[in-house]
C-alpha cells in the first residue's frame, strides 16, 4: 500500500482496522451504513483533466474507492476514418489530443508513408522533429500550469498559460493554425519555415527559460508543493509493466524508456536527447522530471533550429492524394508525446480508405486503471493533483 | 528476432509471420495457443509491455482479427501477435491476470465489436456508449447512415446543397466559363 506512505508523511497514520472492512482483499462498502458517502468529481469539474470524471467513495475526505468514467467526449475518430480517405483524416486525428495534436499527426502520417514505402525527404524530416518538439513545449507548459493550478497556484497556471500562446503564435506563423496544425501530410509538411522563424523561435526560448526560473522558484522549490505532491501517487517498478505505464510517468518509476532514444523517428536520432529518469516515482519526482524534460526540449528545440537544412525539399513525390491506395498491410507507429508513448495502428485492404485505424493514447490506462488504483486512500483534496500528475487527457481514451 | 520466430514456430503452430520493420513484427497464431505464447513471451523473452489490444473487423471472411502488440525493453522490438476468431457468438480468452489493464481494452471490445471475454473484470459495464441498445458500432455492417437517419432528425428549415452546384449558381452566376485560379508563377 504505497500510498500509505502519504499520509505517514504528514504524520497521519490511517487507521485501517475499521474502515474499509477488507474481505479477500476487497473493501466492504455499505453506503447505508452512513459510513461513507458517494460524490462525483466531474465532468464539471474545476479539478478534472478534461471531459471525464471520477465517481467516489470518500470515508471522511479519504477516498476508499474510485471508478473512472469517461464517454462525454467519444466522437467516434476511428470509425469515421474507416469512411474517409487517407488525407481525409487528418482534419479528424488532431482533435484526438488539443495540448499535442502534432503527435497524432506524424503517427498517422508516418504510418501511411510506412505502409505505402514512401521516404520522406530530409528537410522534411527536421521541420517535423521541431514541430513535434514545440508540440511538447506547448503541452508541458500548460501541464505546468494544470499542476499548479490543481495546487491553487492560479497564478503560476497563468504565466505559463500565458507563455504557450506566444508558442501558439509560432505554431500560427509556421502552419496557419494555432491549435490544430494538420502540418505534416503523407509524404512530408505543407510548408516551409517563413522568413525571421528562427531568431523569434530563439528569442521565445530566452524568454521561456527566464519564466521557468521563476516557475522553479514558486512552484518546483516550493516547500507547499513539496509537502502536497510528495508521496502522492507513488508508481512502484513493478507497476510499470503490470500496467502498461509509460512515458514521464514510467520514467518518473525508474524505467528509462523514451521513443525518441530507444525506437528514434524523425531526425532524433541525431540529437542530443538524453534519458532523464527518477526512482522515488511519486508526484513531485514526475513534476520534477516533466520541467526537466520541457528543459531538454528547448535544448533539442534550439539544436533543430542550428541544424536545419536551408535548402532541400518539403515533399516527396507523392500520388494524386485524393485516389491515393495504399498497397495491404498492417502497421503501428508510435512516438513520444509529453504523456508517453502514443501511436497508431493502422490496416490497410488495398483501397482508397483506412480498413481500421486504431489511436493508442498513454492515458488510456493512466486515467483508468492507474489512477483508481492510486486514488485510494489518498485525500480528496489531493486527487485533483494526482490526475494532473498522471497527465491524463481524456480525448485519446475515448477518440 | 529470427530466433525467436524459429522458437515460437517449435512451440505453437505459427500460421503467418510478417516482418514491417526491423522493429516490427507480426506472428499469427491459433486461438487456443494464444494465452499460452503471450505467457511465454512476456515470462522468458523480456515482452513485458502490452502497449494495446484491438480488434479488425474481416467482415468478409466472417472473421475478427485481433492484435496483441507487444514490446520488449531490452531489445526495443514491437511483436504484433495476431489471432483470427470467429465473427459470430465471438468469444475470447480473457489476459487480465497477465497484464492488469487487460480488462479495459477487453471492455472495449466487448462494447465496440461485440466480442465478449467470460472472466474479464468488468467486461460488461458500459465504456463510452452508455445505455446502446443497436449492434457494436464498429462491426463493419454497423450502417451509419440508417442509424443516424432513424434517430436523429433534420432541423426544420434546413436544407443540404452539392457544393459544386451551389457555388456555380450562387457565386459564380454571371461567369460564362468556370473560375481559372492563377497562381503567383503563372
Not at chain 1, 469539474?45 to 467516489?56: F, I
Not at chain 1, 519526482?285 to 539544436?303: F, G, M, P, T, W
Not at chain 1, 502514443?342 to 490506462?365: C, I, L, N, Q, W
Request: aromatic letters at 10%; one cysteine or more.
Amino acid at each position: 500500500m504505497s500510498n500509505l506512505s502519504s499520509s505517514k508523511y504528514r504524520g497521519y497514520e490511517a487507521d485501517r482496522s475499521k474502515y474499509p472492512e477488507m474481505k479477500n482483499g476487497k473493501a466492504v462498502i455499505d453506503l447505508d451504513s452512513h459510513k461513507y458517502t458517494k460524490i462525483w468529481q466531474g465532468p464539471q469539474h474545476p479539478g478534472v483533466t478534461g471531459n471525464m470524471s471520477v465517481e467516489l467513495i470518500v470515508n471522511g475526505d479519504e477516498i476508499v474507492w474510485a471508478k473512472t468514467h469517461v464517454g462525454y467526449l467519444h466522437r467516434a475518430f476511428e470509425k469515421l476514418m474507416e469512411r474517409r480517405k487517407y488525407i481525409q483524416c487528418f482534419p479528424l486525428v488532431c482533435r484526438i489530443c488539443v495540448p499535442e495534436p502534432d503527435t497524432n499527426e506524424y503517427c498517422v502520417s508516418a504510418a501511411m508513408e510506412d505502409l505505402a514505402g514512401i521516404t520522406v525527404p530530409e528537410k522534411a524530416q527536421w521541420l517535423r522533429t521541431l514541430n513535434l518538439e514545440m508540440s511538447r513545449i506547448g503541452s508541458y507548459l500548460m501541464w505546468l500550469g494544470g499542476q499548479a493550478g490543481s495546487l491553487g497556484m492560479g497564478a503560476i497556471a497563468q504565466w505559463t498559460v500565458g507563455m504557450r500562446d506566444f508558442w501558439l503564435d509560432l505554431f500560427e506563423e509556421m502552419t496557419g493554425g494555432r491549435v490544430y496544425h494538420m502540418y505534416m501530410i503523407p509524404g512530408g509538411v505543407r510548408k516551409d519555415l517563413p522568413d525571421g522563424f528562427k531568431e523569434r523561435a530563439r528569442d521565445l526560448i530566452i524568454r521561456t527559460r527566464r519564466l521557468l526560473s521563476d516557475v522553479e522558484n514558486t512552484f518546483i522549490s516550493n516547500a507547499l508543493v513539496k509537502s502536497r505532491l510528495q508521496g502522492l501517487g507513488i508508481i512502484t517498478p513493478e507497476m510499470v509493466d503490470e500496467f502498461g505505464i509509460v512515458g514521464p510517468n514510467a520514467r518518473a518509476a525508474g524505467r528509462g524508456y523514451d521513443i525518441r532514444i530507444n525506437n528514434p523517428y524523425v531526425k532524433y536520432d541525431e540529437l542530443d536527447v538524453k534519458m532523464i529518469t527518477s526512482t522515488v516515482g511519486d508526484a513531485y519526482a514526475r513534476a520534477q522530471l516533466r520541467y526537466n524534460d520541457l528543459h531538454q526540449s528547448l535544448d533539442l528545440v534550439s539544436e533543430i533550429l542550428d541544424r536545419m537544412p536551408e535548402e532541400g525539399a518539403i515533399q516527396a513525390e507523392m500520388p494524386n492524394l485524393v485516389n491515393w491506395k495504399i498497397p495491404p498491410g498492417q502497421t503501428y507507429v508510435k512516438a513520444e508525446s509529453t504523456r508517453g508513448e502514443h501511436g497508431f495502428y493502422m490496416v490497410s485492404d488495398g483501397s482508397e480508405k483506412p480498413r481500421r485505424v486504431f489511436a493508442r493514447g498513454a492515458s488510456y490506462t493512466h486515467a483508468i486503471s492507474v489512477l483508481e488504483k492510486l486514488a485510494v486512500n489518498i485525500s480528496i483534496s489531493d486527487l485533483a493533483g494526482l490526475m494532473v500528475s498522471l497527465h491524463t487527457c481524456p480525448p485519446e481514451i475515448e477518440r | 528476432m529470427e530466433q525467436l520466430i524459429k522458437k515460437i514456430k517449435g512451440m505453437v503452430h505459427l500460421r503467418a509471420y510478417g516482418k514491417q520493420r526491423d522493429d516490427l513484427h507480426f506472428v499469427t497464431v491459433d486461438k487456443a495457443q494464444l494465452e499460452m505464447i503471450l505467457a511465454h513471451l512476456k515470462n522468458y523473452e523480456g515482452f513485458t509491455h502490452l502497449a494495446f489490444l484491438q480488434a479488425v473487423d474481416l467482415l468478409e471472411e466472417g472473421k475478427f482479427r485481433l492484435i496483441y502488440m507487444l514490446y520488449n525493453y531490452s531489445t526495443n522490438v514491437n511483436l504484433g501477435v495476431n489471432v483470427l476468431i470467429d465473427r459470430d457468438n465471438a468469444e475470447m480468452n480473457s489476459i487480465h491476470k497477465l497484464w492488469a489493464h487487460g480488462w479495459q481494452y477487453q471492455r472495449e471490445l466487448h462494447e465496440l465489436f461485440g466480442i465478449d471475454f467470460p472472466d474479464s473484470p468488468r467486461v460488461h459495464e458500459s465504456f463510452v456508449l452508455e445505455g446502446w441498445e443497436e449492434m457494436p458500432p464498429m462491426r463493419r455492417d454497423f450502417d451509419t447512415l440508417e442509424y443516424s437517419n432513424r434517430t436523429f432528425y433534420q432541423r426544420p428549415g434546413r436544407s443540404t446543397n452539392d457544393p459544386a452546384e451551389y457555388m456555380k449558381e450562387k457565386i459564380y452566376k454571371n461567369y460564362p466559363a468556370a473560375p481559372v485560379i492563377r497562381r503567383d508563377n503563372e
